[in-house]
């Protein structure tokens, strides 16, 4: 299932990215910008799922953390 959504998200990071290229050149008629755009939302993208792994790590650990921290029955 995990590789699935990651194909999933690829791809969609994929069409963003060439749509967004296409439109920048469009409007603004500049090749930089058909290469510019889509390297910009990559790592937009990238960072967005790094963060999205960090908060569930740390939710996971402040899950954890109280049953550990806990006072031991008398």
Known sequence: MAKESSNRNSLTIA???I???????IFNRSIFDLFF???VIGF???DA???G???KRLS????KSPKE??????
């Open 44 to 46: 937009l993208w990238r």
């Open 60 to 63: 996971e650990l402040e899950a």
């Open 69 to 74: 921290n806990a006072p031991a029955p008398a």
């Open 37 to 39: 755009v889509p390297i």
């Open 15 to 17: 069409l963003v990215s």
């Open 53 to 55: 792994v960090l908060q």
């Open 49 to 51: 799922n790094r963060i």
């Open 19 to 25: 749509v967004l290229g296409l439109t920048a050149l």
